[in-house]
């Protein structure tokens, strides 16, 4: 049964960087399109971003453009998400996930497999 786990957080002062990591247990990441997302205390879940089975990524939301960016190994059987620039607002619990079959959606209703995630705190 596919398990994903992520790792990587941490606690990071504000303008540093860390690069968050997505592996999977009993299965290959290389055939499935794979999110990431991220909630916050009282906030509702929100896409960061998407990389499918080829490589395509969709673009993160405005609040993170220019500064996060996802990529995948399949050598590895890895997908990262390297965060830059951090700010107070980016602390959340980093979660990535399966998309559906059809490809990158925004909706995280429509993901699965979620892993248990990874506390991202940026905090001086």
């Known amino acids: 049964q596919l398990q994903l786990v992520e790792s990587g957080g941490g606690l990071v002062q504000p303008g540093g960087s860390l690069r968050l990591t997505c592996t999977a247990s009993?299965?290959?990441?290389?055939?499935?399109?794979i999110g990431w997302f991220r909630q916050a205390p009282g906030k509702e879940r929100e896409g960061v971003a998407c990389?499918?089975?080829?490589?395509?990524?969709?673009k993160p939301p405005d609040s993170m453009k220019g500064r996060f960016t996802i990529s995948r190994d399949n050598a590895k059987n890895t997908v990262f998400l390297q965060m830059n620039s951090l700010k107070p607002e980016d602390a959340a619990v980093y979660y990535c996930?399966?998309?559906?079959?059809?490809?990158?959606?925004?909706?995280?209703?429509?993901?699965?497999?979620w892993g248990q995630g990874t506390q991202v705190t940026v905090s001086s």
């Open positions: 009993g299965s290959t990441l290389r055939n499935y399109h």
């Open positions: 996930a399966i998309g559906p079959h059809w490809g990158c959606s925004p909706r995280p209703t429509d993901f699965g497999s």
């Open positions: 990389i499918s089975r080829s490589g395509g990524t969709t």
